[in-house]
């Protein structure tokens, strides 16, 4: 139990275009979903937090319009990219809380790698 | 910036040996959790460790945590090839279920067969 899906895997756009990262919880309801990059062969920074019917809380230098999340239900959350740039190109990563699973236990996607032509 | 540091930032052992890593973190936590990440994939938590703790055992894994030192370490012992990752310790401040984590900068490890 207690899985996190992701899709896509890998993505790759034009500069300019928007992409869209879907997180799932596939056998629990998360509470709270977590929005994470990583560069590479660097540590997870946290963008923001999402919490279901609410908006998002940004992490402080997170552009909130550039960096869209979505958490409309409690097993789904998207982040979407808009107007992306090759600066944005990173490996973006989703966790999710599990309601009845209690303390601060994060289940992990397993990541999108985004790559802006 | 709140993270955490870890080291050694790399770390090349034979397969067998004890494979030690250390994190620091900077503010007061809850809990310290380890995880595991397989290149180019999504994490893996091996193990959660509470303030009030000071070892905790699973497996081949054994984590300590000095508070007054702000600083945990994980060792895994007789280490195996499937062991190479990079590991990644993370702090939370607060003792409920919905709370961001802070990542230490990780440990590369690589098990030489």
């Known amino acids: 139990g207690a899985v996190v899906s992701q899709h896509p895997s890998r993505v790759i756009c034009k500069s300019g275009t928007s992409v869209k990262i879907e997180c799932r919880s596939l056998d629990f309801q998360a509470t709270t979903m977590f929005w994470y990059r990583q560069f590479p062969k660097k540590s997870l920074m946290l963008m923001a937090t999402s919490n279901e019917g609410s908006k998002a809380t940004y992490e402080q230098g997170v552009e909130k319009d550039k960096f869209l999340i979505n958490h409309a239900s409690l097993t789904l959350s998207t982040l979407t990219v808009t107007s992306a740039h090759p600066e944005d190109s990173s490996f973006y990563i989703c966790?999710?809380?599990?309601?009845?699973?209690?303390?601060?236990?994060?289940?992990f996607g397993p990541g999108t790698r985004l790559t802006v032509l | 910036s709140q993270q955490g540091e870890e080291d050694p930032q790399a770390l090349s052992i034979q397969e067998g040996e004890n494979a030690t890593m250390n994190c620091s973190y900077k503010?007061?936590?809850?809990?310290l959790q380890w995880y595991r990440q397989n290149s180019g994939r999504g994490l893996v938590h091996l193990i959660l460790?509470?303030?009030?703790?000071r070892e905790k055992h699973s497996g081949r894994l054994r984590v300590t945590l000095d508070t007054s030192k702000k600083s945990s370490s994980l060792l895994i012992t007789a280490s195996r090839a499937a062991d190479t990752a990079s590991y990644f310790c993370a702090t939370d401040a607060s003792g409920f279920g919905n709370e961001k984590l802070t990542f230490g900068t990780g440990t590369r490890l690589t098990i030489i067969p």
């Open positions: 503010t007061s936590i809850n809990n």
């Open positions: 966790s999710a809380t599990a309601r009845d699973r209690g303390y601060n236990e994060q289940f």
């Open positions: 460790i509470r303030s009030n703790e």
